[in-house]
Structure formats: C-alpha cells, structure tokens
C-alpha cells in the first residue's frame, strides 16, 4: 500500500505549506499581542511556533530528500541549492525564536512593551526568512517545473 497518491512526486510538496500556515500565523498573533493581550493569544502564538518549527523540520528533511532524488540540470540545483539553505535560515531561525519566546513570555514573564517589540521585530524578520524560502520554492515550482508532471 502506498501512502503517497500516484500524482504525488513525494512528501515534500504536500507538507511545505504547514510551517509557511503555521508560522506566519504566529507572526501575526506575535504582531497583535501588542495592541490586543489576552494569555490564550500568548499560549497559542507559542503551540504555533512549536508546531510551525516542527514541520519547517520535516519540510526540511522531506526537501534535502526530494533533491538529493533528482537529476537536473546545473541552473535548477543552484536554484535548489538557493532553496535549501533559505530553508535551513527558517528552521534554525524559528527554533532560536520559539525558545527565546517560551523563555522571555512564561519564564521571565516579560509582558512590558520592550519585550513585546523586540519580539514582534524579532518575528517579522523570520516572516521575511520564511517568505523568501516560499519564493525561492515557488521558483522551482513555476520556472523550472520541478514537481510538475508533463
């Protein structure tokens, strides 16, 4: 029994949209925290990191895989090469993030404003890591077919 449908030319494709989901998700509550406190905002920004970064992991190993199982010419694995790294930024970004936001938010149980600012600048620039990751893979997707069946 396969666990992928025919179509599918591997994992990678269907689980990448959950830590781009996830992740930006967290941005947002992060971003909205400062205008708007509540504790299960808090609480829930941190459930979507830890879940965020756990599937940027297995989006991460899902890709080194699905690279490393194709053949292509020398322009697309610069461009898969480009790809991989940004997401290698996303991961160990938003790793760093979710610890230091589980350590400033319940263990230091820093709710001025400082704290809260620092750390929504500190998530938009993951924001801006995770978004070039998703550009430099839609890339692939759109200039260079890869996942595409002809």
Known sequence: MELLPEWAPGIHPL???FPVALLSLAVVLTVLALFYYREWI?????GLYTVGTLSALASYISGRSAADSIGLNLKAEVAIGTHSDWGLYTLVYFGIFTVIYYGVVFMLKKESIVFKLTLAALALLGFFILGQ???HGG??????GLGVQK
């Open 15 to 17: 689980i990448i949209h």
């Open 139 to 144: 890339r692939l997707v759109f200039e260079y």
């Open 42 to 46: 808090t609480k829930a920004t941190l």
């Open 133 to 135: 990751t998703a550009e």
